[in-house]
């Protein structure tokens, strides 16, 4: 979790038929902008300090183009990853032990040198096969497949592809995912039986989209942090809640009255617990990992 991160989250999702990413491109934009011009009466909007413009059309890029832009680093001229990794350091860019394909090595260059300075709205496309296994392949370029990210202000907003319709490859491409999951890769995927079957009897030529309505929100309103535009955010119940508390010491008694009424007497509590208790800055917290479940009490009232 962080202020762009939430484990709960709205997204919008778009198939169309007989469609491609270039479609989905032209979608989102339009999609994106009249959004704004319907809310906001503009396409010009201020993200804390930043002017973007979000009339179309937006810049397009390749993710090869834009790496080299920022590193100098060509990947498209290398063949060989051991000198394609020499090429990544040189430029400054942190190798993990768990990158073994050029593809992986041109996504780190991209995340950790491009992603954050992408402003203004801008469509980056043509990903490596290796990072997208839903993914059709490129028509012209081998290694590559027909997808964009959008991103706005640094952050990814939308994701699109050419859906991958061919079932033998995209069975083989779930296959290798399910030995990467089982080697403790934590963003592999399993093996879905059922999609494939639905591939087998057929599926025409698809594009795909997703939006993540909480960044566009958070853009559209000038938040700084995504848990001031959720929705629905997952809250405590208010029942649960510690309302006040008051502590005998000869007796070591302590009670607890709750928010929906409860009150609750826990005995052998140490005055040592109770001081802490009250210091702390969080007595729900300190509750849950010092008293609940963990030391014998009464209800009381």
């Known amino acids: 979790m962080s202020s762009r991160h939430n484990p709960a989250f709205t997204s919008s999702e778009v198939y169309q038929a007989c469609a491609d990413y270039h479609d989905m491109m032209a979608l989102t934009e339009n999609m994106i902008s009249d959004v704004a011009q319907e ?145 403790g890769d934590l963003e592999a995927n399993d093996i879905d039986e059922d999609f494939l079957a639905a591939l087998e009897y057929g599926m025409p030529p698809t594009g795909g989209l997703g939006i993540g309505i909480d960044r566009l929100v958070m853009l559209l309103t000038d938040s700084p942090s995504i848990r001031d535009v959720i929705a629905f955010p997952l809250l405590k119940s208010q029942s649960a809640v510690v309302k006040e508390f008051d502590y005998d010491a000869d007796k070591q008694i302590l009670r607890i009255t709750f928010n929906n009424g409860n009150i609750y007497q826990y005995s052998d509590v140490p005055e040592k617990i109770y001081k802490e208790l009250k210091e702390t800055s969080s007595v729900g917290q300190y509750f849950n990992s010092q008293f609940k479940d963990k030391l014998g009490c009464d209800r009381v009232g």
Request: contains cysteine.
């Open 39 to 183: 809310v906001l009466g503009t396409t010009k909007v201020n993200y804390q300090g930043e002017d973007i413009d979000l009339a179309p059309p937006w810049r397009r890029v390749t993710m090869h183009e834009v790496v080299k832009d920022a590193t100098g680093v060509d990947f498209t001229g290398y063949d060989d990853f051991d000198a394609a990794k020499t090429a990544a350091q040189d430029a400054g860019i942190e190798v993990p032990s768990d990158c073994k394909t050029i593809g992986k090595l041109l996504n780190e260059a991209f995340e950790q040198k491009v992603e954050t300075n992408l402003i203004q709205p801008t469509f980056v496309t043509d990903y490596p096969v290796e990072i997208s296994p839903l993914a059709k392949p490129h028509r012209d370029k081998p290694g590559l497949v027909e997808r964009f990210e959008l991103f706005i202000v640094g952050r990814e907003t939308a994701n699109s592809f050419s859906e991958l319709t061919d079932p033998l490859d995209q069975r083989a491409r779930l296959e290798a995912q399910a030995a990467k999951k089982a080697a």
